[in-house]
């Protein structure tokens, strides 16, 4: 099994608290520190936006309030909220080189497309969409597209990016012999119908005005575009479906829970609403939760779902309205069964994400605060969760927002000890605060600024981190202890060692 279309990273620029363009590489576990306000959640927040735009939004692009994430407006949103300002999100999605097929007819006609989207706060006919597309071949050209005046629903190409289409036309067209022929330089503007936030099929051409184009007229490079378009809107599609999100908080256990019947439930929700439900519909990934509960993170709990009953007239019966499941957990050691209510509010923040990585398969997992109420040896042991959830059957992918030091001194330890590879994990920390020299008290001050910018902090093959340490990642330690450990800890290596360096 290989995961064929893969976001490999993701680019901002005026986007919330990054003013500047920020090139965001992502790995299988890709892990977000950094300070609180600093940005963080803002790189899981414009994958949510992306994705809700795509499922939910009608023109015009994009829908800044919905089920996903509600980031107010393009002013709210936009950096440093100035007139004329406008801001950029984009994403690489990748298509992983296979075995050349003889179907040439069925061939994707890209193996990489950078798509960059451009939210003007003068309106929505200002925005604009870049895509840069490249081949096999490493043939490649970049395309930009603005709207089409006032109507939303349709693309119009710059014209300066029209010798790059005809180009990129000219190049995959003759991939097809069948369907394509040469290609006509003396072209107009071509214009385009909107779905998925992309330039789609071909309305017409531009010559003065938007000339709508049927049947025969289309000419062969609007070919190519149909069908680059239909590959590269799929491939989008299909990207933003494979979302999902788990936020900072999931929902709290009851003592009976009510359930939902439907067989469309796909993911836990964000609050890990649709967690039982999905338990007690399928049985096998019950029994994956409660294997990852007691043999990955050795809780000594097993998880059981029952109906509850209620009494008529001395006789036991099940409820026939509303259906409900009553959650207990089995003691392994004592065999005593109790109430999760009764068991501490950690599970309950841990089991949606256990249910998700057990029911998604090739899919970009977004959690914030995975450590929310859990012992630190817990939060350790995550690590070896994540870890077999990317390197498993299932294959998903993470960005994780966390401020857990033990999760990465494990992920450190499964580098060291071989069962991770460092290209499979990225560590990024987003960064606002900065020193400057205070002339009144001969000191430096750590002050916090508006414009954030996010650090990649390489690991090596021993788990070590190349990169230094930005200021304040997880000294904190080191400033609690008294003067005579502080001694001690000097041992510490540049480069991020958490504990006393080997000699």
């Not at 503007?189 to 184009?213: C, E, I, N, T």
Request: proline letters at 5%; charged letters at 20%; hydrophobic letters at 35%.
């Amino acid at each position: 099994m290989y995961i064929s279309v893969v976001i490999s990273n993701l680019s901002l620029e005026g986007f919330r608290s990054f003013g500047n363009r920020q090139l965001i590489d992502l790995a299988p576990l890709t892990f977000v520190y950094g300070p609180n306000s600093a940005g963080k959640s803002s790189i899981i927040k414009s994958l949510l936006l992306l994705q809700q735009s795509v499922q939910f939004s009608t023109n015009p692009f994009p829908l800044w309030r919905g089920p996903q994430v509600d980031l107010g407006s393009v002013w709210d949103s936009v950096h440093g909220h100035q007139p004329n300002s406008a801001m950029k999100v984009g994403l690489t999605i990748n298509q992983p080189s296979i075995p050349r097929r003889t179907d040439i007819e069925n061939q994707a006609i890209f193996t990489t497309a950078k798509i960059e989207f451009e939210f003007s706060i003068k309106g929505s006919e200002y925005d604009s969409v870049t895509v840069e597309i490249s081949s096999d071949d490493k043939n490649s050209g970049q395309l930009k597209f603005s709207r089409c005046g006032a109507d939303f629903s349709l693309w119009i190409l710059n014209s300066e990016s029209l010798t790059n289409y005809i180009a990129l036309a000219d190049v995959f067209g003759a991939k097809r012999p069948d369907a394509l022929f040469p290609v006509d330089a003396s072209q107009s503007l071509p214009v385009f119908y909107s779905d998925a936030m992309l330039p789609s099929q071909v309305f017409g051409h531009f010559d003065g005005g938007v000339q709508r184009k049927q049947g025969l007229e289309i000419s062969t490079n609007d070919l190519f575009w149909n069908r680059l378009s239909t590959d590269l809107n799929q491939k989008f599609r299909q990207e933003m479906s494979k979302v999902s999100y788990l936020g900072p908080l999931r929902k709290q256990w009851s003592r009976t829970e009510d359930i939902s019947q439907s067989n469309q439930l796909q993911h836990v929700g964000s609050v890990g609403e649709n967690s039982l439900s999905l338990l007690k519909a399928q049985p096998e990934l019950l029994a994956s939760v409660n294997t990852a509960l007691n043999e990955t993170l050795e809780c000594g709990y097993r998880l059981h779902l029952t109906s509850p009953t209620y009494m008529i007239e001395g006789a036991e019966s099940r409820p026939i309205t509303s259906p409900q499941v009553m959650p207990m957990l089995e003691h392994l050691t004592s065999n005593v069964h109790v109430s999760p209510v009764d068991a501490g509010f950690g599970l309950s923040q841990l089991l949606p994400i256990l249910v998700e990585m057990h029911l998604r398969e090739q899919t970009l997992i977004l959690i914030e605060q995975p450590e929310l109420h859990l012992h630190p040896r817990l939060q350790a042991r995550m690590g070896q969760l994540f870890r077999n959830a990317v390197r498993g059957r299932n294959q998903n992918r993470f960005i994780i927002e966390t401020h857990s030091e033990h999760l990465i001194l494990r992920i450190r330890r499964l580098i060291r000890e071989g069962l991770l590879t460092p290209d499979m994990v990225e560590v990024l920390y987003v960064n606002n605060q900065e020193f400057t020299y205070d002339e009144s008290s001969d000191t430096e001050v750590l002050y916090t600024t508006l414009n954030s910018q996010v650090l990649s902090l390489r690991l090596d093959e021993y788990g070590d981190f190349i990169d230094p340490w930005p200021n304040g990642f997880f000294d904190e330690r080191f400033e609690e202890l008294s003067s005579t450990q502080n001694r001690r800890m000097e041992q510490v290596d540049e480069t991020g060692g958490f504990g006393i360096a080997e000699v």
